[in-house]
């Protein structure tokens, strides 16, 4: 295809498509009032507010300079109604259609969208999906992770280098989902059904990482929330940044500021738990050898007690004994054999105690201390 001009005689640079878009729009239309819903207000210590202007068919990013937001007043309420005066423009750098604000006017009145999200609260509410009664634990060493989110978004990409940097062999159970659009309500609500599925799950994570409050609309829905709160498993709502905070943050076990802490409250930290248990270990070793010396100790200690009774049982025997010996050293006839005495003794060795027990001629034997000597009775009388 051959062009009747070169491109470097009428293209225009990015820098001059900005500014004549800016001097056409600030030219054409001028300072104006508008009418719509505030969303995603942010007061900056610089004194600057950053917010959107909403309706039911468009949005337009607004900023309020110092200078005009100090005679406001308090930052209005997320989805309150307001009338603003600006002047529409064009932000060159980002090229960006906003609207310069330098008067607002709060109403009472709730905007659609806030109205809207009012009454899915109040009916989660009625059906306790709040109750912090209902509310599941985390298990501690989960067998697997089921992660709905988008397959092209960063949070995934967080989850895993996180998991992988706490338990890599700790399985994850990823199920792709839009989480923002028209379509996204109904995908997320076919997720997480796929979730009670999944028999190696014990946690279900869902997220996104952030985004402008129109972004994380879906996760404001009843049926996302109604889904969520029937998952088997327990579960960590992690959508958008840190102090964005949805209904399905308040319907979910667990909340978590981002995917990332998310993670980290669900996967435990391989290392971290290892020296748990090294240092349970070391308490038992530990405690096992302060018993181990406290029973020896004991058993030293009832020991020396027992042969001290034994040694005094065997002491008190022996005196015993000895004086027996000594009553029975008394009574023995050698004594009185010593004393000068003899003893007569038959042939049949019988003593011979009285004078009857003797006759005339008849042999018998006298026992004497140092042995015996062989009589015969001579004469009874």
Same mark, same amino acid.
């Given at each position: 295809?051959?062009?009747?001009?070169?491109?470097?005689?009428?293209?225009?640079?990015?820098? /001059?498509?900005?500014?004549?878009?800016?001097?056409?729009?600030?030219?054409?239309?001028?300072?104006?009032?508008?009418? =719509?819903?505030? &969303?995603?207000?942010?007061? !900056?210590?610089?004194? +600057?507010? !950053?917010?959107?202007?909403?309706?039911?068919? $468009?949005?337009?990013?607004?900023?309020?300079?110092?200078?005009?937001?100090?005679?406001?007043?308090?930052?209005?309420?997320?989805?309150?109604?307001?009338?603003?005066?600006?002047?529409?423009?064009?932000?060159?750098? @980002?090229?960006?259609?906003?609207?310069?604000?330098?008067?607002?006017?709060? &109403?009472? %009145?709730?905007?659609?969208?806030?109205? $809207?999200?009012?009454?899915? @609260?109040?009916?989660? +509410?009625?059906?306790?999906?709040?109750?912090?009664?209902?509310?599941?634990?985390?298990?501690?060493?989960?067998?697997?992770?089921?992660?709905?989110?988008?397959?092209?978004?960063?949070?995934?990409?967080?989850?895993?280098?996180?998991?992988? @940097? *706490?338990?890599?062999?700790?399985?994850?159970?990823?199920?792709? &989902? *839009?989480?923002?659009?028209?379509?996204?309500?109904?995908?997320?609500?076919?997720?997480?059904?796929?979730?009670?599925?999944?028999?190696?799950?014990?946690?279900?994570?869902?997220?996104? =990482?952030?985004?402008? @409050?129109?972004?994380?609309?879906?996760?404001?829905?009843? %049926?996302?929330?109604?889904?969520?709160?029937? #998952?088997?498993?327990?579960?960590?709502?992690?959508? =958008? +940044?840190?102090?964005?905070?949805?209904?399905?943050?308040? #319907?979910?076990?667990? *909340?978590? %500021?981002?995917?990332?802490? $998310?993670?980290?409250?669900?996967?435990?930290?391989?290392?971290?738990?290892?020296?748990?248990?090294?240092?349970?270990?070391?308490?038992?070793?530990?405690?096992?050898?302060?018993?181990?010396?406290?029973?020896?100790?004991?058993?030293?200690?009832? %020991?020396?007690?027992?042969?001290?009774?034994?040694? /005094?049982?065997?002491?008190?025997? /022996?005196? /015993?004994?000895? +004086?027996?010996?000594?009553?029975?050293?008394?009574?023995?006839?050698?004594?009185?054999?010593?004393?000068?005495?003899?003893? $007569?003794?038959?042939?049949?060795?019988?003593?011979?105690?009285?004078?009857?027990?003797?006759?005339?001629?008849?042999?018998?034997?006298?026992?004497?201390?140092?042995?015996?000597?062989?009589?015969?009775?001579?004469?009874?009388?």
């Amino acid at each position: 295809m051959t062009l009747p001009f070169a491109p470097s005689d009428t293209a225009w640079t990015v820098a /001059q498509l900005t500014r004549a878009a800016r001097r056409s729009v600030e030219g054409d239309l001028g300072a104006l009032w508008v009418r =719509g819903e505030i &969303t995603g207000l942010r007061a !900056y210590q610089s004194g +600057h507010w !950053y917010f959107s202007l909403r309706d039911a068919e $468009a949005q337009v990013r607004c900023t309020m300079w110092r200078s005009h937001a100090s005679r406001a007043g308090a930052p209005p309420a997320e989805g309150a109604q307001v009338f603003v005066f600006g002047t529409p423009t064009v932000w060159e750098e @980002k090229g960006e259609f906003r609207l310069n604000v330098t008067e607002l006017l709060a &109403t009472e %009145a709730i905007g659609p969208a806030q109205l $809207a999200l009012e009454r899915v @609260k109040a009916a989660l +509410h009625k059906d306790g999906l709040f109750d912090p009664a209902r509310k599941r634990p985390l298990p501690e060493l989960p067998r697997g992770i089921a992660v709905v989110t988008s397959l092209d978004g960063a949070a995934l990409r967080d989850i895993i280098i996180v998991t992988r @940097k *706490r338990w890599p062999a700790l399985p994850l159970r990823v199920i792709g &989902t *839009r989480v923002q659009g028209v379509e996204a309500e109904a995908e997320l609500v076919r997720a997480l059904g796929l979730v009670n599925r999944l028999a190696d799950v014990d946690v279900c994570v869902v997220g996104r =990482g952030g985004g402008s @409050k129109d972004d994380l609309s879906v996760f404001n829905t009843e %049926a996302v929330c109604r889904a969520l709160a029937a #998952v088997r498993v327990p579960t960590v709502s992690a959508v =958008g +940044h840190e102090t964005d905070i949805s209904l399905t943050d308040l #319907v979910a076990d667990v *909340r978590a %500021a981002t995917p990332s802490a $998310a993670i980290e409250l669900v996967v435990p930290d391989r290392t971290e738990l290892l020296e748990r248990v090294r240092a349970q270990a070391r308490r038992l070793t530990g405690g096992l050898t302060r018993r181990t010396r406290v029973a020896d100790e004991r058993l030293a200690r009832t %020991a020396d007690r027992l042969q001290t009774a034994l040694e /005094q049982k065997l002491e008190r025997r /022996q005196l /015993q004994v000895s +004086h027996l010996a000594a009553q029975l050293e008394a009574l023995s006839p050698l004594r009185l054999l010593d004393r000068g005495y003899g003893v $007569a003794q038959g042939a049949d060795g019988r003593v011979l105690r009285r004078r009857r027990d003797f006759t005339v001629r008849m042999p018998f034997t006298l026992r004497v201390s140092d042995g015996a000597v062989g009589a015969r009775v001579e004469e009874v009388s």
